[in-house]
């Protein structure tokens, strides 16, 4: 609301600004009608919007999430917002996000892409891409990545190894307070950097740092009140701070990429690839050769290809592993049964990821930290390939639709205590591991995250190896009580900035 008020505010401060409030407002009155249902009755139901600035005014833009869930309370499970002149269909609860996503994969399958987000990947990639360059760019990376072990015991061996990177780290720290959010981003970006590159990166090494850092910073920034401002009316603030950092954090990465890429290329042979690009140029080759018109193996696509994969591979692993930690010292007597059961169950032995199924106490946590993590609350905008009547409500092609994930994680008919960390959520009666349905952090249909079960396993491993090794704490002075769980303003979910102590306990 404060961002509003400043913008308006800044209209009203010189005669030139007052003239120009004046067309804003003569603007708003013209377009007023485009907001008057044109289908009464027919279409979701939702808060009246105001001309050209739809329902802003009622939205909390740093964190959308909360108010659209409230709205969802008085709407019903699929209502309609709009987001400055920009129409949203909302989808909320675990059955109605389920069925959308699911039984209507085809229908609701496409991605909208706001403003930032075309400039940032001009259309190319994997996660903001539409139509047969979508679909073939998926297909290639999927294959790919299970080609490289994702899933199975080829990847596994690689996050053991980056454990013991992982745990040198934070050693150095030799029990005193830090900050878990570079150790946990630089592991999880290396088990994607050993996939798309053939290598993992040293911690120290200068450019992998800054490649984290600018993943990170604009993940961030995107979920800004500002961006969210920008992606509304994209051609009145495109002067705006972070759109411009953003914007010069993509162009340094593309350079970083371009010369990683270049150096695989200068070594490369075809008939052993190393990883992902790897085998990217190598089929761009075979489609040169050929010569196929309109290939999808371009260099923007290997770019942005790339540039997807790392940032989806870095933030959401580092995130749910730093709610986890923090998680643990929050919560110190669920960290004892974590604990209790390791070593119980496995010694002073590397974990495996087919010691899962006898730790059914640690894999409740690790699943309980995902849900109340909460990583990707909005998921990330879908659009509806065509016209479809949907719970009873007519949509058109082309409509802007939020999956409402924040609503299925928490939905009140399908978790006990929806807001409270609780892993007996994940356990039956007699202790055991059990699957709930409701449980999408991941989202779900062709849009689900191609990368899960390289995340499944990344958190599993990163997790119980870490909590073998230390004993996590809040720095001396703080009380369990004190850590705080209020997550950062970002796209995705970050704890706010925090420190712990690691404790060895050799």
């Known amino acids: 609301m404060a961002v509003v008020e400043d913008l308006v505010l800044s209209l009203v401060s010189s005669p030139t600004a007052l003239l120009g409030a004046a067309v804003v407002l003569l603007v708003l009155c013209l377009v007023s009608s485009s907001f008057s249902p044109g289908e009464a009755g027919k279409g979701p139901p939702g808060p009246r919007p105001l001309p050209l600035l739809g329902n802003m005014l009622q939205l909390d833009l740093k964190r959308p999430y909360r108010t659209l869930c409230e709205l969802s309370e008085k709407y019903g499970s699929v209502f309609t917002v709009y987001f400055g002149p920009d129409k949203v269909v909302v989808l909320s609860g675990y059955k109605v996000v389920k069925e959308a996503l699911v039984s209507f994969s085809e229908e609701f399958g496409d991605r909208y892409i706001p403003p930032i987000f075309y400039e940032m990947n001009q259309g190319h990639g994997i996660i903001f891409s539409n139509g047969e360059s979508w679909k073939e760019m998926r297909r290639f990376a999927l294959s790919t990545l299970r080609d490289f072990g994702m899933g199975r015991r080829g990847i596994e061996d690689k996050i053991v190894e980056e454990c013991k990177f992982l745990i040198q780290m934070l050693e150095e720290h030799k029990g005193k307070p830090f900050d878990t959010a570079n150790p946990l981003n630089y592991a999880t970006s290396n088990i994607i950097s050993a996939i798309v590159f053939g290598s993992r990166f040293e911690y120290n090494d200068p450019q992998f740092q800054n490649l984290v850092r600018r993943t990170n910073e604009s993940i961030r920034y995107s979920g800004t009140a500002s961006i969210q401002i920008y992606n509304m009316f994209p051609r009145l603030v495109g002067w705006i701070r972070n759109r411009k950092l953003i914007l010069q954090n993509v162009q340094s990465s593309i350079r970083d990429v371009k010369e990683l890429i270049k ?155 929806p807001h409270t960390f609780n892993p007996s959520h994940f356990l039956d009666a007699e202790g055991k591991f059990t699957k709930r349905d409701a449980f999408m952090p991941f989202s779900s249909g062709r849009r689900m995250c191609l990368g899960e079960s390289l995340a499944r396993m990344e958190l599993f491993l990163f997790f119980t190896s870490l909590l073998q090794h230390f004993r996590f704490t809040p720095p001396p002075g703080v009380t369990e009580d004190e850590l705080d769980l209020m997550p950062a303003v970002g796209l995705t979910l970050n704890p706010s900035p925090h420190e712990l102590c690691a404790v060895s306990r050799q």
């Not at 032995?349 to 930290?369: G, I, S």
């Not at 659009?383 to 949907?390: A, G, I, M, N, P």
Request: glycine letters at 4%; aromatic letters at 10%.
């Open 263 to 417: 150096q695989l290329r200068e070594t490369l042979n075809p008939n052993s690839c190393r990883g992902l690009v790897d085998c990217f140029l190598v089929r761009k080759q075979k489609e040169e050769d050929s010569c196929v018109m309109d290939t999808h193996y371009n260099e923007n696509n290997l770019f942005f290809t790339i540039t997807n994969l790392f940032a989806a591979g870095t933030d959401t692993s580092a995130s749910t592993l730093r709610w986890g930690l923090l998680l643990m010292a929050k919560y110190p007597h669920l960290q004892d049964k974590v604990q209790e059961e390791l070593s119980r169950v496995i010694g002073g032995r590397q974990v495996r990821v087919e010691d899962r199924k006898n730790l059914p106490y640690t894999d409740a946590v690790v699943h309980e930290t995902q849900r109340l993590a909460n990583i990707a609350p909005m998921s990330l905008p879908h659009k509806t390939s065509r016209d479809v009547t949907f719970q009873g409500y007519f949509i058109k092609a082309g409509t802007t639709v939020f999956p409402l994930l924040t609503s299925v994680l928490y939905d009140k008919s399908e978790w006990a205590s």
